[in-house]
């Protein structure tokens, strides 16, 4: 047999599959945090937050996808010059201006974000800004961009090799294999991402792209190197307010990375009185979702979301968990 076929690499075929849907990490909660996946919904937020979250999908499958992240954001805030309506010049007296009005917001970032499934793991660190043009009280269009460097490793004590799929082939030797093991090192890529995103007082639009620049910027002499795609998303939502405590909000998220088909993400999400939310999601060919969250305060916001696999998984998982906890600061 050819020295291919003689490595079966478990783990890589599960990767394989992976590689076909999405390289990103996928989230069940994108309503709630839309900046992880759209730099331009960074703009959106008027106070510094920070969000803590993580997520184990297809609890129960050995070395399954495990992702957690950390990003905040906080608005640049700059002195306001005041006028003296009182000072005269030949022109006459200078018109008194509104210094409450501001037509535009800049906000800073970051994103820490590490995914690890089957041998290999993804850590990322990325610095995030967004512009914000404010249309009116409650409509504000914004364009952001993403810069950072992502660190991609192999983990050779997670890969399972033939001869301990096959006890009768005790003394195996791989030279393909160990040679891919020899050159393995830490691979570094830049990464840039763009997003814009649109907020009105029901509506909201975002379209984003990340992994721009592929591989064409990488640092280091190993082989760690995932075959980086670009990766674009959509999301569409609008806000039904039913009563004065209660709206329901449907969204979609799209998702294409080539050659891959294109994912389809649906929610419906009840909320009441702005504190507490429930919903219902479906993930095209791949899981239910149930969704729960709770605003603690002012400062503090909790969700929670569990996937229920519809695919072939089901047979081997329990299910998905994805947890998140929002902190809302100088508010």
């Keep these: 047999m050819k020295t291919m076929k003689k ?5 890589f075929l599960f990767c394989g599959f992976l590689s076909k849907a999405q390289q990103l990490p996928q989230f069940s909660q994108y309503h709630l945090n839309q900046n992880i996946i759209n730099t331009g919904a960074t703009g959106i937020k008027e106070s510094m937050d920070l969000t803590l979250g993580g997520r184990l999908q297809w609890v129960g499958v050995t070395d399954a996808p495990k992702t957690s992240f950390l990003q905040f954001s906080a608005p640049l805030k700059f002195k306001t010059k005041y006028y003296n309506p009182g000072i005269r010049t030949s022109a006459g007296q200078i018109e008194k201006i509104n210094t409450k009005v501001q037509r535009y917001r800049n906000t800073l970032g ?3 974000m590490a995914d690890q499934y089957g041998a290999f793991r993804k850590t990322s660190f990325a610095a995030t800004y967004a512009f914000t043009y404010i249309i009116s009280k409650e409509t504000t269009f914004s364009i ?16 399972q090799v033939i001869n301990v799929i096959n006890p009768t082939q005790n003394n195996y030797i791989d030279p393909t294999y160990n040679n891919y093991l020899i050159n393995q090192s830490s691979k570094y890529m830049f990464d840039l991402g763009a997003g814009m995103y649109l907020k009105g007082k029901n509506l909201f639009l975002g379209i984003a792209s990340d992994n721009l620049t592929k591989d064409l910027v990488e640092f ?3 082989t ?40 389809i993400d649906g929610n419906l999400q009840l909320e009441l009185k702005n504190k507490f939310w429930f919903g219902l999601g479906y993930r095209h060919k791949d899981a239910l979702i149930a969704l729960i969250g709770l605003k603690i305060n002012n400062r503090f916001r909790f969700g929670y979301s569990y996937d229920f696999s519809v695919s072939r998984f089901n047979n081997y998982s329990s299910g998905g968990h994805e947890l998140s906890l929002g902190i809302m600061l100088g508010k």
Excluded: C, E, W
């Excluded at 490595?7 to 783990?11: E, K, R």
């Excluded at 961009?145 to 890969?159: C, E, P, Q, T």
């Design 7 to 11: 490595t079966i690499l478990i783990l």
């Design 110 to 112: 970051g994103q820490i």
């Design 144 to 159: 952001g961009m993403k810069v950072g460097i992502s660190n991609n490793v192999f983990l050779a004590d997670k890969a």
């Design 220 to 222: 280091g002499s190993g």
């Design 224 to 263: 760690a190197n995932f075959g980086t795609k670009m990766h674009f998303n959509t999301v569409l939502g609008y806000k039904i307010l039913l009563n004065k405590n209660i709206t329901l909000v449907p969204s979609i998220l799209l998702k294409y990375m080539r050659p891959a088909p294109l994912s």
